[in-house]
């Protein structure tokens, strides 16, 4: 049974599909939120519209999740997947291009291609995780978890970066080749990625287990009566809703408080991300080489980066008040290091959670949580923006005003951490006790 677990080569091409994923995402998310807005002159209603609708389409992760457990073929969802990402991220280009001077047929256009984007976001990112929750051996979920999740913000990271070279000087025509090159590049290494696991066993990929119960409704129910499903649930919401909630006020709160620079304000952002990297990378490791109960581990990283996370918020809330005192770089640099303490920590745990009842239910839990997430994301942009408006508008103080939000994401955290503690209370008859059984036989079951 051992060789039906992913081995590290193994577990770095799936990582490979994240980098894909990332490639493809910060391309429409990113770059063509920037064009509708400068280039097009673009109401920014327009392609925040898109990026939620995106992120709503995203809510059909749990029927992925199950599509998986019911003996789809993983290695097609995910190919279908980041497929359908590619084309997408293509329309939403030429749409955008098309608004310039038929608006309505490009909106028409750009929902269309938005809602393949997010579908392919669902179907490919929860295959993956997938994957990983049912093959990756307990002691290297941590690490599994931090690769999948370091090279996802390498993509973006990368591709950011050549984007910022190849775009210059803008015409519409430039876009949709840079478009076409990125959607194509990225569905080759994920075909790559998929296509080196051929010489796996089947089971390491293709043959899911048994199922109980094969109906969407009846999983979806089954699961939902499970107080620790709930539970996660509601841990990953609170926790990603904080973790989003600050994305669009951080470089707003660096100029109109520290009085930075256009430029100065948006370093910041490879600050923090850098920062993600670096906690991302250090629980990875110290979770591979840890001693005992990695459950246990995990969940108390969880507790930890969740609170540790809250201070950092508090402390970036008193720096408004005396900004000449405060060093923003340095502080930014350590909430992104607790941030991705944090975010590893919960995947890892959300790995061992998935499979905690050894029932083949693992895509669907995996889906509710990924769709948990993305409502959170879609939601958390939104609330910290217009929070921040209503506060500035209610206080008339320009640090006020972001302490005030800063301090509702803290107490956000705070909140993760508690129901977090609470999940690690019920570890041992849910989590350990099936970790310890899978380390003791060698490998999953089925």
């Known amino acids: 049974m051992g060789g039906s677990w992913l081995q590290w080569a193994a577990i770095l091409r ?20 920037r064009v509708m807005i400068v280039e097009m002159a673009l109401p ?17 992760r749990p029927r992925w999740g199950h599509g998986a457990d019911i003996g789809e073929n993983r290695r097609l969802l995910v190919i279908f997947g980041v497929g359908i990402m590619a084309v997408g991220s293509v ?11 038929s608006l309505v047929f490009g909106i028409v256009l750009g929902i269309l291609a938005y809602t393949m984007i997010g579908a392919g976001i669902a179907a490919s990112g929860t295959s993956v995780l997938t994957l990983l929750a049912i093959r990756v051996e307990p002691h290297r979920r941590p690490a ?18 050549v984007l910022g070279q190849v775009l210059d000087p803008f015409s519409p025509q430039r876009l949709a080749i840079v478009a076409s090159g990125v959607a194509g590049t990225a ?15 089947a089971t390491a990929i293709d043959r899911p287990r048994p199922v109980e119960t094969q109906s969407f409704g009846d999983s979806v129910k089954r699961i939902w009566r499970e107080k620790t499903t709930r539970d ?41 991300h850098g920062g993600v990297l670096i906690g991302m990378a250090l629980l990875g490791f110290a979770g591979t080489y840890i001693q005992g109960d990695r459950t246990a581990f995990l969940q108390r990283c969880t507790v930890f980066g969740c609170l540790a996370s809250a201070m950092a918020l508090v402390g970036l809330s008193a720096a408004g008040f005396s900004p000449a005192a405060w060093p923003l770089r340095p502080m930014v640099l350590a909430m992104g290091v607790v941030n991705g303490l944090f975010a590893v920590s919960a995947i890892g745990m959300m790995m061992s959670l998935a499979g905690a009842d050894r029932k083949s239910r693992e895509g669907i839990r995996l889906g509710v949580w990924g769709a948990a997430q993305a409502a959170a994301f879609g939601l958390g942009g939104f609330a910290g923006a217009a929070g921040l408006d209503l506060m500035r508008h209610l206080l008339g103080s320009g640090p006020t005003a972001f302490a005030t939000i800063f301090g509702a ?6 909140f993760a951490a508690i129901v977090a503690q609470r999940l690690g209370c019920r570890a041992p008859s849910s989590l350990a006790g099936f970790a310890a059984a899978e380390e003791q036989s060698g490998g999953p079951t089925g």
Do not use: C
């Open 232 to 272: 996660f649930t509601v841990f990953v919401f609170v926790s990603m809703l904080a973790y989003s909630a600050q994305e669009l006020i951080l470089e707003p709160y660096a100029g109109l408080v520290f009085g930075l620079s256009l430029g100065k304000s948006t370093q910041l952002a490879a600050f923090q």
């Open 14 to 33: 799936l990582g490979l599909i994240q980098t894909a994923i990332g490639a493809i995402t910060v391309f429409a998310l990113s770059t063509l939120n």
């Open 44 to 60: 920014a209603s327009l392609p925040a519209g898109l990026v939620a609708w995106h992120y709503a389409v995203q809510l059909s």
């Open 409 to 414: 994401e803290s107490l956000g955290f705070v």
């Open 187 to 201: 569905f080759i290494v994920a075909l790559l990625a998929v296509g080196g696991d051929r010489a796996a066993p």
């Open 91 to 101: 329309l939403a280009a030429n749409a955008a291009i098309i608004m310039a001077g």
């Open 144 to 161: 599994a978890a931090a690769i999948a999740w370091i090279m996802m913000i390498s993509g973006i990271v990368v591709t950011a970066a």
